[in-house]
């Protein structure tokens, strides 16, 4: 009886060895993502521009190229224009052979996959825009993002009529 003890104590301390080791082979787990105020992790928007409506006093369009790099997707869920007094997310569609545009729900960015807030698709209305509110000037976007996260960027403004 006395082998079957050192035996089985033997194997266990193999055993516990073995696991030793085999902790120390493990990677250090990855750093947690660090958080930038008003910068939702993963989220690039670029060529953000907002183009003034062609009649003073009506809507003006936010466009601009976003992409989520995260493994799970996110929504955008509406968004804020500096110096508009509301906004909605709208887009644009053909419905029994006349484009129409109007108020959608949340856009659903999944990832690595580019979505464009364009003419002719999703976009951003700017409603009763300041009037100080010049082409050639920068206003400040805050997306809301699904979960009550927002991300920050500036939109460059341009004259009713230029590239949009």
Do not use: W
Not at 62 to 88: H, K, P, Q
Not at 90 to 114: D, F, N, S, W, Y
């Amino acid at each position: 009886m006395a082998f079957t003890h050192q035996a089985r104590a033997g194997a266990f301390a193999v055993a516990a060895f073995g696991l030793a080791l085999s902790g120390c082979a493990e990677e250090p787990p990855a750093p947690e993502p660090v958080e930038i105020e008003g910068v939702f992790a993963g989220l690039e928007v670029t060529n953000a521009r907002l183009v003034l409506a062609p009649v003073s006093g009506n809507p003006a369009a936010l466009y601009f190229d976003a992409v989520f790099n995260g493994e799970r997707g996110i929504a955008i869920t509406g968004a804020e224009v500096s110096g508009a007094a509301n906004t909605m997310v709208h887009a644009t569609a053909e419905i029994g052979g006349k484009t129409t545009m109007g108020e959608v729900g949340p856009v659903a960015l999944r990832g690595g996959v580019p979505q464009a807030f364009e003419p002719g698709g999703y976009h951003i209305m700017a409603m009763q825009l300041d009037d100080s509110i010049a082409a050639g000037d920068t206003v400040e976007v805050t997306l809301k993002i699904s979960g009550g996260k927002t991300h920050v960027f500036e939109a460059t403004v341009r004259a009713a009529g230029e590239e949009r």
